[in-house]
Nanobody, 121 residues
């Protein structure tokens, strides 16, 4: 499958953004999708995942501030982020895999190109 991430931008501390991950070349109903991020000078970090049953898991660092949802009809997964902090600044990537969802980036075999999120103080 191919993934196209979008929706990033510049937002002030406390603001909100909604990221989108459009899936093509496959069916979202057969894919687990994860969101990861990489901040400058830091390792890639798990953010959230959604599995084929629409169960979700969020990382502790974003818990209570992000919501991941999927629209199977649109083959798109969304990451709604609220109460953004400067430490959320990163390039955000979506990734997909068949089968069970995972918080491990190495378990995913399809990746989008990333979308930049910048939170200013």
């Amino acid at each position: 499958v191919q993934l196209q991430a979008s929706g990033g931008g510049l937002v002030q501390d406390g603001g909100s953004l909604r990221l989108s991950c459009a899936v093509s070349g496959g069916t979202l109903s057969n894919c687990a999708v994860g969101w990861f991020r990489r901040a400058p000078g830091r390792e890639r970090e798990f953010v959230s995942w959604s599995n084929t049953a629409s169960n979700t898991i969020n990382a502790d660092s974003v818990k209570g501030r992000v919501t991941i949802t999927r629209d199977v009809a649109k083959n798109t997964v969304y990451l709604e982020m609220n109460s953004l902090k400067t430490e959320d600044t990163a390039v955000y990537y979506c990734a997909a895999k068949p089968g069970r969802a995972s918080s491990q980036a190495t378990d995913y075999d399809s990746w989008g190109q990333g979308t930049q999120v910048t939170v200013s103080s």
